[in-house]
């Protein structure tokens, strides 16, 4: 057993949707803010979207507005990120990250509880 498992990565072509999941287990889910975060080949890690306990605030990167959405069912124990139309550059690994406080998903990731194995998006070009 694991806290968090990603799910729902592939091989996927420019202009298709993909819905990732993540599932917790072990751990009071609704006391946890819930982070996507992504890593290119060759790249740091960077956030790409956050959600707060409830689902009541979300905040995304900035270039991925409009394309992602996070989304969560706290009696599924999952989180979701649905990414529409995607390109190229969405090619990563991306994993799930849990933690009860924002700053540690928004900014010092350090602090993060718990993350997932990650799975891979590949889109091909």
């Known amino acids: 057993q694991v806290p968090l498992v990603e799910s729902g990565g592939g091989l996927m072509q420019p202009g298709d949707s993909l819905r990732l999941s993540c599932s917790a287990s072990?751990?009071?889910?609704?006391?946890?803010?819930v982070g996507w975060f992504r890593q290119a080949p060759g790249k740091e890690r960077e956030f790409v979207a956050g959600?707060?306990?409830?689902?009541?605030?979300?905040r995304y990167l900035d270039s991925v507005k409009g394309r992602f959405t996070i989304s969560r069912d706290n009696g599924k124990h999952t989180a979701s990120l649905e990414i529409d139309s995607l390109k190229p550059e969405d090619t990563a690994v991306y994993y799930c990250a849990a933690d009860p406080d924002w700053d540690p998903i928004v900014r010092d990731t350090a602090l993060i509880d718990y993350w997932g194995q990650g799975t891979q998006v590949t889109v091909s070009s």
């Open positions: 072990g751990i009071t889910f609704s006391n946890y803010c």
């Open positions: 959600i707060w306990r409830n689902g009541g605030l979300t």
